[in-house]
């Protein structure tokens, strides 16, 4: 795209005008940042319409993809770069005094997800819209995101994500498509005039979800897709006679609890009323989402749905949008006055589920007393798909009832969504090759007999405009020269890049941008942190949501024990480390938690220790997010993808490292399995316990973590200071939990149950070896310049034409 500077910079001061009654020259940066936003947004809006207009002239199927999250970070500088228009704005910005990198930093990350499912989802809208593709996302529209984190005295303090506080210039308001979403209530048979007979909700409590559409804009190109986020409001909610009496709280109480459904990303399930906060938050989405398809199919098509599962494909990501399934068989039965047959197969061919996990306990399951309270009219259909299911078990496995036990969608006073999901979906996919494998012939093997022709895998990637071409520029320049710029948009050419790894000129040209972007990093760290630490060091970095499966313990342990290695002798000749954490942990979670007290509890006590004349520096980074991850991933020298062995089901952090140019150290799980044989395991550090080792472990039983500690002394040593005072000498059992869940197990678990003491003479062996690898700094260049060459593979936009080839049959649309 093409922009007139002279306008465009006229429009800004237009824009200031409008919005906030000011001229340039007493303008915030804030202000700057909004105006700036609505000047590229009139850009936006006419291919956003032509996109509209295209997908409806020529009855294209399009692809809608709903999520609990969508982690979408900053959109300005996002937005600018797929325009190809950032210099010049900047350029603009320069003119009227401003520097662009200050004004980009007002914008907030938008509080819309959490972790890797998330920033998928993200990436995955990138993609689409980049390849031309008919898709768009659906999810709810968070007033604050999960919380604002901040390191208060080593602990992890929640404060609210007020993100929307200045409100959100790209996102459009549109109050005429809001949808009513009933909760509880009572469901009744009533016939019609023509005799027929259809369920009604009575009595149930109504609420008014309001969509606000926000712009995807496709790389380079016309295409401006959707994303569609509900906020929930209730109609008459404030009740003038209470606020007349001086019942004030009471007069905003209904309003108030409304509003809660789309108040916070993940509130709190512990208790019961956390739990029911986040099941209507799912259903709130997912009715409001699958009306509008419906409606929007009805505009084009009238009441044939003949073409329904032709024109619209439904993915669902994760479990939480998975009540989407009897959603849409509800509106065809009660709505439409479809028969069950006709409404179930257009339901299954129109919908298609992802499963992202691995462990159990995240499979998502509903209590049915809570379940069919509130949505009593979707439970009568979820029994009725279960009797049917179960009829369809008892006839392909007669007699086999622990089978048909275990594959009850309704089973043990649970209702289970995966099972339900898998039941109701014509794809079931996983998102990584050794995640599909485990799935297929581990956690839902008996699905994968029953249903071998609906496994498929997907695996994951990135978008490398965020996370190349926008976060680490200088790489793209150098990228731009050397092989030209198709990789924006075709991530396989980076294996071009192959050819340069003995051009000694590119290879100090690399050096030299890793270093500067660890200069930049330095200085953040410096500045949020007041730690000082050496770019010359190597950054070993672990990024990610804090979980015990993703092992942050470990990579800890292995500190500790390298701290002591210097105290015993601070002559030691170590290559300095710098041990950089950036982690959320659930607010409920309480052993993460202590993990990340642990973190700076060590860090407090490693910096501020002159003995060992700064070998080593601990960093945690707090309120991890999309923005921060930008400055980090460029700068990393080491990935730590330490999972337990058939734990993760792909990571995509893993990803954004490879692609610039940091060396993983890992487990083989998830995609770092395809990592190492895309990049070669020559170039990686790999340690520990495979998936099916683990497997076997599990199945006998006869792991005991004392073994561990026993033949190991400085593992004991290490295991002994979480309890002897040597980080808490003020309260020796802060972190005693950590040491039992170790050694003893807590809450009905085995000890050490991801297999951290295991896996740690393993572990550190790989670290020492990263420390001998670095020495010769050309040599290391040389593989991290062969990961990046080597990450094509793991582009979103690969993963995305699988979906629309595969499983969504959707085709790339010229907008015109």
Known sequence: MNINRGEFKENIKLKLKEQFGKTISCATKQEIFDAVSR?????????????????????????????????????????????????????????????????????????????????????????????????????????????????????????????????????????????????????????????????????????????????IVGYNNKTVNTLRLWEAEAEDGFDLQLFNDQEYIKAMSKESI???????????????????????????????????????????????????????????????????????????????????????????????????????????????DLFSGLLPRIYQIVEEINRRFLAELNEKYPGDWARTHRMGIIADGMVKMAWLAIVGSHSVNGVAALHTEILKNQELKDWYELYPEKFNNKTNGVTQRRWLLKSNKELAKLLNEKIGTDWAINLSELKKFEKFIDDEEVVNRFMKIKYENKVKLAEYIKEHNNIDVDPNSIFDVQVKRLHEYKRQLLDVLNIMALYNRLKENPDLDIYPRTFIFGAKAASGYRRAKLVIKLINSIANKINNDQSIKGKIKVVFIENYRVSVAEKIFPASDVSEQISTAG???????????????????????????????????????????????????????????????????????????LVDGTYSPDNREIFRELYDSLMYGVEGNRPDQYYVLRDFASYAEAQRKIGATYRDKIDWAKKAMINVANGGKFSSDRTIQQYADEIWEIKATEVK
């Open 39 to 215: 000047a590229a947004m009139d850009y936006v809006l006419d291919n956003w319409l032509d996109t509209k207009k295209t997908y409806a002239e020529e009855e294209v199927k399009q692809a809608y993809y709903l999520s609990a999250e969508f982690l979408m970070g900053r959109a300005l500088s996002n937005n600018l770069v797929n325009m190809l228009i950032e210099e010049d704005v900047a350029e603009v910005l320069n003119e009227l005094g401003f520097n662009y990198n200050e004004v980009e930093d007002t914008e907030p990350d938008a509080g819309l997800g959490n972790g890797g499912l998330g920033r998928l989802a993200a990436c995955f809208l990138d993609s689409l819209a980049s390849l031309k593709l008919p898709g768009h996302g659906y999810g709810i529209r968070y007033r604050y995101g999960m919380f604002e984190q901040k390191i208060i005295d080593g602990y992890q303090v929640e404060f609210p994500d007020n993100w929307l506080k200045n409100g959100d210039p790209w996102s459009v308001k549109r109050k005429d498509e809001s949808i009513e979403i009933k909760f509880g209530g009572k469901v009744t048979l009533v016939r019609e005039e023509n005799g027929r007979e259809r369920f009604k909700r009575v009595d149930a409590e109504v609420i008014t979800a309001v969509p606000y559409d926000m712009p």
């Open 258 to 368: 409304t509003e809660d459904i789309s108040r916070v990303l993940y509130p709190n399930d512990s208790g019961p009323s956390g739990k029911a906060l986040r099941l209507k938050q799912q259903y709130f989405f997912v009715s409001a989402s699958v009306q509008d398809i419906v409606r929007n199919y009805k505009k084009k098509y009238g009441n044939d749905f003949s073409k329904f599962a032709e024109k619209v494909a439904m993915q669902l990501n994760d479990t939480h949008p998975v009540v989407a399934i009897p959603e849409l068989m509800r509106i065809f039965l009660d709505w439409e006055g479809l028969n069950w047959d006709t409404a179930w197969d257009i339901t299954t061919k129109a919908c298609a589920y992802t499963n992202h996990t691995i462990l159990a306990e995240a499979l998502e399951k509903w209590p049915i």
């Open 647 to 721: 734990k993760e089901a792909s990571g995509t952090g893993n990803m954004k490292f490879m692609i610039n140019g940091a060396l993983t150290i890992g487990t083989l799980d998830g995609a770092n399995v395809e990592i190492v044989e895309e990049a070669g395991e020559e170039n990686a550090f790999i340690f520990g316990l495979k998936a099916d080792e683990v497997l076997e472990l599990n199945k006998t039983n006869s792991y005991n973590p004392w073994d561990e500690y026993n033949r190991n002394l400085e593992l004991k040593k290490v295991i002994d200071q």
